[in-house]
């Protein structure tokens, strides 16, 4: 019963130095001992290493000069864990004093004739250490002091065990925030009830709140604006656990900060929980909001003084009071201003949400041809060659806007075709969906710029072209919104094919 009670006293205890030191005291008076230590069992570079954690009956200043024990023949049993070592005369056991330097016991160490030695095993076979007892009379162990040794030494390897499981927990715990709070983004982790569990100090700096208060509240106290997800997105963040995007939180004065946010799941044993890393984009949206006023500044300011050019230019047109190149020449470049401004007035659409579309049926054969016979150069109708299938291929999509992918992809053909080099446009269509594909003859595009011919403002010729780079970006979202998608190959050299495909209904 008494070893019991100690047994519980010392797995309440989490503190590994006073848990062995309680150990060894318990079981010093225990078993009638006159000292007793505790060596814990570690393994160095020579493969053993055995450091005295705990000494009960005599000042630690008398074994500071003494050398640790090794596993020789007399200590080995205890430290490999083989079994327990109870002797009347310790003089007596012929394992004794074969050890140099000292033969024995050392000069100056407390005599020692009765001996008893239990290995400390953990439940998983780690021999953790020992207990060694010593008394300077002889036949002071008995089998009821190697019991309560047993005893004590089984609940100190529970103990231990236990301490040391909270050691590395609490290390683990120390290394967890030390990157927590390292991360410069705010971290939020929310659990399945849409409660806040942690925040770093990037989240309360952006939010305003003090740890303890964020703990106390819930998602919906905090997230001003929810994203929208597609179905897609719900889908995708269902299966993969992941999910990126834009939102807006709420701080602590009632102010809105919008943010980019990424959030994954984590599934831990007492159920999942949400980890968003979330990083305030003020600066860009202003930066975006300040560019989509300037652009469509521009796009009012410079449409007006056009509108009056071209009528000037239909007016003498109509007298016919004019010199002919000029005014065709003059005619030419406000038509190309005029697209220019589109696309800056698309721009800016664009980036305030996805384009409008008025669905209709359509013809995609009628459609292509009509666009190719607008695009050919004048007095070189055969300049863009048509292959598609007798008869119509219909679909539910915007004419206009699909005109507009048409005329972008056939205007660049035409310009990088080299003199009367043939544009080649092939349609074709199954009954889920239609391809257009339009070749030219033209230099080929380096492979490095492949990947960005859709990006805003990206131009793979830089020079000698014009344009503001905005018309491959504008037909990739056209495409896009139709549920399309939209690419290039090309080689240099060896001409380019853009090729979309759209879903027919």
């Not at 715990?173 to 100090?201: K, M, P, Q």
């Not at 740890?211 to 929208?228: G, I, K, M, S, Y």
Request: overall charge negative; charged content about 25%; glycine content about 10%.
């Amino acid at each position: 019963a008494t070893v019991n009670r100690v047994g519980q006293l010392l797995t309440a205890q989490l503190d590994l130095g006073q848990l062995v030191q309680a150990v060894t005291d318990a079981a010093t008076d225990l078993t009638g001992a006159r000292f007793g230590a505790f060596f814990y069992n570690l393994v160095d570079d020579e493969g053993e290493s055995y450091t005295l954690n705990a000494l009960t009956g005599v000042s630690a200043d008398v074994f500071a000069g003494f050398p640790m024990p090794r596993a020789t023949a007399f200590f080995g049993p205890t430290f490999r864990g083989e079994g327990i070592v109870r002797l009347p005369d310790v003089r007596a056991d012929p394992r004794y004093g074969q050890n140099a330097p000292e033969k024995g016991i050392p000069d100056g160490h407390p005599p020692v004739v009765s001996y008893l030695a239990v290995p400390v095993v953990s439940r998983s076979g780690e021999v953790l250490g020992g207990l060694f007892f010593g008394h300077p009379e002889s036949g002071v162990f008995d089998a009821r002091a190697e019991d309560l040794a047993v005893g004590l030494a089984a609940h100190a390897a529970v103990a231990i065990d236990n301490a040391r499981l909270f050691r590395d927990a609490q290390a683990t715990e120390r290394r967890y925030r030390s990157l927590f709070e390292g991360v410069a983004d705010a971290i939020l982790v929310t659990d399945g009830g849409r409660r806040y569990r942690d925040a770093n100090a990037a989240a309360e700096s952006l939010l305003g709140y003090g740890r303890e208060e964020l703990l106390r509240l819930r998602v919906d106290d905090v997230v001003a604006l929810e994203p929208t997800w597609t179905a897609a997105e719900f889908e995708r963040f269902r299966t993969e656990g992941r999910w990126h995007g834009e939102m807006e939180l709420r701080r602590k004065d009632g102010s809105t900060v919008p943010v980019d946010a990424r959030a994954t799941v984590v599934d831990l044993p007492e159920g999942p929980v949400y980890l968003s890393t979330v990083r305030d984009i003020s600066d860009r949206k202003r930066t975006e909001r300040l560019r989509r006023d300037f652009l469509a500044m521009v796009g009012h300011d410079l449409r007006g003084p056009l509108t009056t050019l071209r009528g000037r230019v239909q007016l003498l047109q109509r007298r016919g009071t004019y010199h002919e190149p000029t005014v065709a020449a003059i005619f030419a470049q406000t038509q190309r201003m005029g697209r220019l401004i589109d696309d800056l007035a698309d721009l800016v659409r664009f980036e305030a949400g996805p384009p409008e579309l008025r669905r209709a049926p359509v013809d995609l054969v009628a459609l292509v041809r009509a666009e190719a016979e607008a695009a050919n150069p004048a007095g070189d109708a055969e300049r863009i060659q048509i292959i598609a299938p007798e008869g119509t291929i219909l679909g539910n999509w915007d004419a206009d806007r699909l005109g507009q992918v048409l005329q972008n992809l056939l205007g660049n053909a035409v310009k990088y075709a080299p003199g009367d080099n043939r544009v080649t446009v092939q349609v074709e269509a199954d009954a889920a969906e239609a391809r257009v594909g339009v070749t030219d003859q033209g230099p080929g595009i380096p492979p490095e710029h492949l990947a960005r011919l859709f990006e805003r403002f990206y131009r793979a010729d830089a020079t000698g072209a014009g344009g503001l780079g905005l018309g491959l970006y504008i037909s990739r979202m056209l495409v896009e919104a139709h549920g399309g998608r939209i690419w290039a190959k090309s080689e240099p050299g060896q001409g380019s094919t853009f090729t979309f495909v759209l879903p027919r209904r």
